[in-house]
Structure formats: C-alpha cells, structure tokens
C-alpha cells in the first residue's frame, strides 16, 4: 500500500465567525471547498481562532495562502494579496485577537527555521467586525470575487453541478 505525499500547500482560513466579516477567512475556505476542486497537493484548513495550535498545519507546508480580513486604507470589500515582508505589517492593524495568534506563529516558525518559503495573505478590508454569524453586504457580495481569485492562484476547477 503506497502512502499518500503530505500536501505541499496549505489554505489557511482565519477567523471569528461570530464577528461578521471578522469571520471572511473561514467563510472563503468553505465557499473555495463548495465550488471548486482542488488540486492534489493542496490542504484546506478552517483555522477559525486557533492560534498556536496551527503551527504544525503550517510547518509541514511548502507554500501557505492565508485567508483572513485585513484593515488596510482600501474600500471595504477591496480584495488584497500580500507576500512575504508585507504580511506582518498588515496584521500589525488588528481587526481581532486572532491575528496575535498569526503573527506569533509565524515568528515562532521563523524561530525554528521551519517557516514556509512562500507564504501569501489573501484577504479583503472588512466592512463591519460587530457581532454577527453573517458576512456583511459588502462582503458577502464580493466573496465570490475573492474565492475566485484563490482557485485560479491554486489552479482549481470549478465544481460541475450534480
């Protein structure tokens, strides 16, 4: 019996779901799972709030797309791609305590040598983080346009309907 490669790319979904668009990066990994097929290699996690406990998901990655919301200057519901350097600054404008928990994993990582030589955020500026199980307007509307973008970046195809 042969065994199976350990994925080499991680999507990593973050996030509060009960703080509306706080919760955009779970929403987008189970809306990318809904619509597309993934290509072998490729691992979907809902890290939701997890902290710490998504360093080993992160370590055993070769590359990781992280969702999440990101405040930046832009329209809320402007989708932003990040690489590198970049990504630490945008966290450093918190929308929650989740994102502690992002950028100490990702200094940890950094610390044990184990960090992923390509790591890239995808996300969008959030409209609304009050209290909510649901995306707001904005968000929800351009949810598909994230998505979108994620898919084409991993070379998903798109699910056929039953």
Same mark, same amino acid.
């Given at each position: 019996? @042969? +065994?199976?490669? $350990?994925?080499?790319? *991680?999507?990593? =979904?973050?996030?509060? %779901?009960?703080?509306?668009?706080? #919760? /955009?990066?779970?929403?987008?990994? @189970? +809306?990318?799972? $809904?619509?597309?097929? *993934?290509?072998? =290699?490729?691992?979907? %996690?809902?890290?939701?709030?997890? #902290? /710490?406990?998504?360093?080993?998901?992160?370590?055993?990655? $070769?590359?990781?797309?992280?969702?999440?919301?990101?405040?930046?200057?832009?329209?809320?519901?402007?989708?932003?791609?990040?690489?590198?350097?970049?990504?630490?600054?945008?966290?450093?404008?918190?929308?929650?305590?989740?994102?502690?928990?992002?950028?100490?994993?990702?200094?940890?990582?950094?610390?044990?040598?184990?960090?992923?030589?390509?790591?890239?955020?995808?996300?969008?500026?959030?409209?609304?983080?009050?209290?909510?199980?649901?995306?707001?307007?904005?968000?929800?509307?351009?949810?598909?346009?994230?998505?979108?973008?994620?898919?084409?970046?991993?070379?998903?195809?798109?699910?056929?309907?039953?």
């Amino acid at each position: 019996m @042969e +065994r199976k490669p $350990e994925p080499q790319i *991680l999507v990593l =979904g973050i996030g509060n %779901v009960l703080m509306q668009d706080e #919760g /955009l990066g779970v929403r987008a990994v @189970e +809306r990318l799972q $809904e619509q597309y097929r *993934l290509p072998p =290699g490729v691992r979907v %996690v809902d890290g939701g709030v997890m #902290g /710490l406990e998504l360093l080993p998901y992160l370590e055993d990655a $070769e590359r990781v797309l992280i969702l999440d919301a990101v405040r930046t200057s832009l329209q809320p519901g402007s989708v932003i791609r990040l690489k590198g350097r970049d990504i630490p600054v945008a966290l450093a404008l918190k929308t929650s305590i989740h994102q502690v928990g992002l950028q100490e994993i990702l200094a940890v990582s950094r610390f044990r040598g184990t960090l992923p030589a390509h790591i890239s955020l995808w996300g969008m500026e959030p409209s609304s983080i009050e209290v909510g199980t649901d995306l707001s307007p904005t968000i929800s509307a351009a949810l598909d346009r994230l998505v979108q973008s994620i898919a084409k970046e991993l070379g998903a195809r798109p699910r056929t309907p039953p």
